[in-house]
């Protein structure tokens, strides 16, 4: 850590000077602006002019990518922050696989359209203004995404109803979308304090845990999609097990459902009592997928593995949420409150 002077420049004014290295690094020489950003712990944030205008534009050459890694690019100049997105090819047009791969992009990202085609580039354009979403919001938003997937599939296992799986099988790609909009938002604050509260927050602190947390939101979608796809796959599309089981396993995805929902509010509301009663409430449920598999009459090898695997989905989103109480806890834990108290 570099330290300097501060020197009294006159009766009430304290200044003092910038690293030269800085300086050089974002062009800032004498006369320009630079912005004061005043966060928590006493911190004070020196920012460039420049770091309040987005890195706006990406140039994806296409040349050596196949559809895949091309795809895969956008979606990081995306996460990014990039405002425009060009892909091009040098040598010659760009190919059918290539094209699809940029229109499979636009499909599965909020916000992205095509705005300009050549036969050799294309451009695509960013909408998202940092300011319309909280980041609060859309971990409330990619929770209740999974949920509600999570209760669809359950219940088409319950009734052997298909449609009701593939209704849950479709809302993925939403909880996609909203993952990926939340990385977008996390990179872009952390890039530029300045966006910081656009996005809610009052410091870029809380950051790296939003980030595991919506990562976690996002695998108890993929469990909620694995359920749905075992319907689909489960003769009669349903579990070949008594109602007594069925309204056991049923009652073991509601209690998932109450420890998601309240590990979120958890980390939105930094309360500490709630990351308290996650853990009891986890604690409850901790064995419910080894109780259910041993009550379980004899079944064949393929009835029993479709029941452990709903099972251990539900188990595992049920750690899930314990990850992000675990991470609720500690950005509750950073703040006065009734539990502590920092000097």
Known sequence: METRKVQRLGPSTLAMTLPAEWAKEHDVQKGDEVSLRMGGKGTLTVLPES??????EAIIKADNLDASALERSILAQYVLGRRVIHVEKTDGALDSEQINAVYQAETQLMGLGVIEETPESIAIRCSVDPEDFSLDNLLERLENTGSTMRGEAIKSLAHGNPDLAQRALNRERQAN????????????AYQNPNLCRAVGLESGFPLIGYRSVAKNLELTADNAEDIAEIVMEAEGHSLNVDSATMRRIREFTDQVDDITALAVQAVVERDYDKTIEVRTLFREISDREKEILNDLPELSNEDLLQVREVLVSLQQTAQYAMRNAEIAANLALNEESEHVTIK
């Open 51 to 56: 770091a309040s205008v987005e890195d706006s």
């Open 177 to 188: 979308k909203i993952f990926v909009l939340l990385l977008r938002l996390i990179f872009t």
